[in-house]
């Protein structure tokens, strides 16, 4: 096993000039998994490039906390900046303050409070329209849930609702494309591939209708209560309305991310509640008696506490966002080890979720885990990220997919129509392929 530099090694298995990108394309999960048995900072190759895996916590939160010498960059946020626009989840540090001021007074607690009101009747007509007995695919149903209340959210103009068609029928592609373009040398990204095709496609279909979608707005010159109104209103440090530019990757990150990871979690939520129906039993009672069987609201959050650490414990086993890459600006030290200028650093919320050193049964499903007596290594969980680029929604995703989760088992008994595992496809988010279940009315169910 070699080393470049005092404290960093190198994981073995590393092919001439396309590197590890065999393992982090079959089976990036596994291949991430082995690298803390080389040391805490692990050197794998790109293609042509190198980067630095970060396998412990403390040195995970240091990189997060320190967002000034670790600044956003590397890959992976190059390809998320190239499909977003640089917004809030991909912009440098030097602009991120001032982007998070002006996004912030959307997701404020008065905020919160009313998109909590969408989401009840997005979820009350949505299970309203299941039936007794067939299997539904989860995936997709969830999709429908996510960005129905992110639409209504971010637009109220009936106009707007093309972009948001537009972004969830393209998210797979777009993703995907982020994904595996990360890991291409930039020579190959330029090559007229199927996958690359099919990424541009996707990303110029959903820019084109959120582009369609602002001009309305902007023309309409209407207030309409929603987040888009709010940023077009917005003006920056220097008294200037947002241009457009930055209001569509603000638009975009935010339907793109507050779409995708919502239903991703949801769906494995409900997976897991098939592969545990003991689990599934104690929610059913919680739900039943808080809700009987109405849908749950604003109100009903702090009594949902089961609810509640299931979706954490999902969040636990299948973060959505799996992987993620940052930029040294400045020579830096992480534990005894130098890190020079411009060195790209990968840290994975999947790899410090599943290491057995600071996770008891780390591939086991165990919502009690999170209750209040027990104790947790700090910075072994972070699927929202961490320091001053925590994800700016993850009050707005914990409240949609608790009150969803706890609504669906109020009402409906699940089962799996399909024994099989969901397959993973490696791509920005943790997205099973196919969860298939069968639903029953809980008043035919049996108890």
Partial sequence: MATDHEGITQAPGALPIVGHLFPLLRDPLGFLK??????DLVQIRLGPQTAVVVCRPELVQEVLLHDRIFDKGGPIIERVGNALGDGIASCPHSAHRRQRRELQPAFSRTCLREYAAIMTEQIDTLTAGWHDGPTIDVGSQMYALASGTIARTLFTAEAARPAVEAVTEN?????????QQALL?????????PSNLRYERARNRAWGEVSKAISWY??????HSDVLSMLLATHDDAGEALGDAEVHAQ???LLVAGIDTTAVALTWAVHLLCQHPDVQERLHVEAAK???TRAATWEDL???ELAGRVITETLRLYPPGWIFTRMTTTEARLANAVIPPDTTLVYSPYLMHHDARFN???????PDRWLPEHEHVRGAFIPFGGGARKCIGDAYAMNLATLALSTIVARWRLSHGDVRRPRIEPRMTLSPNKVRVRVACVERAPV
Avoid: A, C, N
């Avoid at 902007?218 to 207030?223: A, K």
């Avoid at 008891?360 to 165990?366: G, Q």
């Fill in 185 to 193: 040398p930039p020579s190959l990204r330029r090559l007229p591939l």
């Fill in 218 to 223: 902007r023309q309409d010159g209407e207030g």
């Fill in 302 to 304: 702090p009594q949902l």
């Fill in 290 to 292: 808080v809700l009987g």
């Fill in 360 to 366: 008891r049964r780390p591939d086991s499903f165990d």
């Fill in 251 to 253: 638009i975009m990150t």
């Fill in 34 to 39: 082995t690298l803390p048995s080389y040391g």
């Fill in 171 to 179: 998210l797979p592609d777009i993703f995907r494309g982020i994904y």
